[in-house]
């Protein structure tokens, strides 16, 4: 399904409501049907995708595919092996006092479900939920960033092509806004907090449950006992994947100084071995996604060395080319203008702290993060980071891959979102887990709780509840 340019939301959302209420959906044939041509339109359609992410992105075909595609088709690939045991009604315990009976519980789809995508992975961000949505039997809105307008138009064009029961709506902030008026029985929302306030407001004159993926600054603590050139290594690649422009990227470090310090010429030689002398030059290195973004960037660096960070490695910033160079700031103090909102790019701050009691205090003092990663070989450094700091996930020697991890739910904590997503947590987010029970008529065993209560019917109800 699609929609016409001049169709309104709620002529859309009815359309798709319509073909839910049909009860087509419900079956475990259509839900694997419906997976294995998502799986076709992300397959047959790659060179396309591709290329349309390279447009609006700058992403390099091979880093389209791994980040994009690939994470798709694992995600569809895991969802359907596993599918029919995750439907499968799941037995629970029955009290003593009830018995001869049985429970359990069985998955239903919860009717419509709108998907509102962001544009720095604008394919896997808008069919990656898409997935559970429809494993769990239901129909789906669509609304694709008009800041990826290239990958918005060409998945308007498939989705039709390939499945049943789903729309594409294209357009600015005013459909968006327009679609966040009719009822939908879950919103997904990936983004920043300002407008999932906004979504979180429009849900809730509908009643409609939300999953939020909001980011924020994921900060990464690096110590002396790990293997700093190893940890530079995935370091500057977490950082730099989609130049930067991740939710779940490291935002700054957390360093001692002498390690801080060590750090600086291996992420560096980090840099230069991925991306060369000349980033700009290089085919895997993307491009900010609008000029204005990359001069929010140059802004940030530009006031964190007038407050005193020092450039360690980056360059000149082509706003006009939508190109900012992998930087690396050093120096950076807590409360440099870098520190201060999410950076969402290619800019990299190394944070001086006394020690990890430092670093925690640090982390706690911020808003929840949606990842914290540690590099560090010390187990009792990480069981205080586990313990004592909060986080929508932890990597351990390793950013990202927690984020592409279908076996993995994918969600933040308090500011940088609710709910979560993947694999199975995607299913029974996108389920009513409805209780069962089924109790014979005979023997009835529920007299003792029923009037009219004589002393001793009270006395066996008081025991038995």
């Known amino acids: 399904m699609t929609s016409a340019p001049t169709e309104t939301a709620a002529v859309v959302v009815q359309r798709v409501r319509d073909r839910f209420d049909t009860g087509v959906t419900r079956p475990l044939a259509w839900r694997l049907r419906q997976l294995d041509r998502l799986a076709a339109l992300a397959g047959e359609n790659a060179r396309d995708i591709e290329r349309a992410l390279h447009a609006d992105l700058g992403k390099s075909s091979t880093e389209a595919y791994l980040s994009e595609i690939g994470v798709l088709l694992a995600e569809i690939r895991?969802?359907?092996?596993?599918?029919?045991?995750?439907?499968?009604?799941?037995?629970?315990?029955?009290?003593?006092?009830?018995?001869?009976?049985?429970?359990?519980?069985?998955l239903e789809p919860l009717g419509v479900v709108l998907v509102i995508a962001p544009w720095n992975y604008p394919v896997f961000l808008l069919l990656g939920p898409l997935v559970g949505a429809l494993a769990a039997g239901n129909t789906a809105a669509l609304k694709p960033s008009e800041l990826a307008p290239r990958t918005a138009e060409l998945l308007q064009r498939l989705v039709p092509r390939y499945l049943d029961g789903v729309t594409v709506v294209t357009g600015g902030p005013e459909q968006t806004t327009e679609l966040l008026e009719e009822r939908f029985d879950h919103i997904v929302f990936t983004g920043g907090g300002r407008v999932a306030r906004i979504v979180m407001t429009a849900a809730a004159r509908h009643l409609t449950p939300v999953t939020l993926e909001l980011g924020g600054k994921s900060p990464a603590w690096v110590d002396a006992t790990t293997d700093l050139p190893a940890a530079a290594r995935r370091i500057a690649w977490g950082k730099l994947v989609n130049a930067g422009q991740t939710c779940v990227a490291p935002d700054y470090l957390l360093a001692p100084p002498d390690v801080a310090r060590a750090l600086e010429p291996l992420l560096a030689r980090e840099i230069r071995a991925m991306y060369g002398a000349d980033p700009a030059a290089?085919?895997?290195?993307?491009?900010?996604?609008?000029?204005?973004?990359?001069a929010r960037l140059d802004r940030l660096v530009t006031e964190s060395v007038a407050a005193g960070a020092r450039v360690v490695v980056g360059g000149e910033t082509d706003v006009a080319r939508r190109y900012v160079p992998p930087t690396v700031l050093a120096d950076v103090s807590p409360d440099s203008p870098v520190?201060?909102?999410?950076?969402?790019?290619?800019?990299?701050?190394?944070?001086?702290?006394?020690?990890?009691?430092?670093?925690?205090?640090h982390v706690r003092g911020g808003d929840k993060p949606l990842a914290l990663y540690a590099f560090?070989?010390?187990?009792?450094?990480?069981?205080?980071?586990?313990?004592?700091?909060?986080?929508?996930?932890?990597?351990?020697?390793?950013?990202?891959?927690?984020?592409?991890?279908p076996s993995l739910p994918f969600g933040g904590v308090g500011p940088s979102g609710m709910g979560a997503y993947h694999g199975e947590a995607s299913v029974r987010t996108f389920s009513h887990a409805k209780p069962v029970v089924r109790k014979p008529l005979t023997p009835d065993t529920l007299g003792a709780i029923r009037p009219s209560f004589t002393a001793v019917r009270r006395a066996l109800a008081r025991r038995l509840l």
């Open 78 to 106: 895991h969802t359907r092996k596993h599918l029919r045991r995750w439907l499968a009604p799941r037995r629970v315990g029955v009290p003593w006092q009830y018995q001869p009976a049985r429970a359990s519980l069985v």
């Open 376 to 405: 560090t070989a010390d187990e009792g450094v990480q069981a205080r980071l586990l313990r004592e700091t909060s986080s929508g996930a932890v990597g351990l020697d390793v950013p990202l891959v927690q984020a592409s991890m």
């Open 282 to 294: 290089s085919p895997d290195f993307g491009r900010i996604v609008t000029s204005e973004h990359a």
């Open 339 to 361: 520190m201060a909102e999410e950076i969402f790019g290619p800019v990299l701050p190394i944070v001086p702290v006394p020690d990890l009691d430092a670093a925690i205090a």
